[in-house]
Nanobody
Framework: QVQLVESGGGSVQAGGSLRVSCTAS????????MAWFRQVPGKEREGVAT????????FYSDSVKGRFTISQVNAGTTLYLQMNSLKPEDTAMYYC?????????????????WGQGTQVTVSS
């Protein structure tokens, strides 16, 4: 059974940094794409970054490129999102997600496993 558990959210002032983590279990990590999404109440869930643990290849949305870094350790069992130069508009619930690699890892479609989310709040 696939399980994704996020941690590390919190509150920070604009310009600050925060790192969120996701621990994965229950599947063959190297054959799955992993990603971070975020969602604000009343808005659609937005893809932030993806990574393919098999190669380390990453993909970022334009809104976070250059400020956020996705990484994985332990063959994909732990996923991180390092967030720097945070802005108030980065405030959201952040979700870890996974999908089998045959869907391709350079987009935010077809993710079918989700964590419960961790809240990130950036104050101005």
């Amino acid at each position: 059974q696939v399980q994704l558990v996020e941690s590390g959210g919190g509150s920070v002032q604009a310009g600050g940094s925060l790192r969120v983590s996701c621990t994965a279990s229950g599947y063959t990590y190297s054959r799955y794409c992993m990603a971070w999404f975020r969602q604000v109440p009343g808005k659609e869930r937005e893809g932030v970054a993806t990574i393919y643990p098999g190669t380390g290849r990453m993909f970022y949305s334009d809104s976070v490129k250059g400020r956020f870094t996705i990484s994985q350790v332990n063959a994909g069992t732990t996923l991180y999102l390092q967030m720097n130069s945070l802005k108030p508009e980065d405030t959201a619930m952040y979700y870890c997600a996974a999908k089998p690699d045959w869907y391709g890892c350079s987009d935010f479609a077809n993710f079918n496993y989700w964590g419960q989310g961790t809240q990130v709040t950036v104050s101005s």
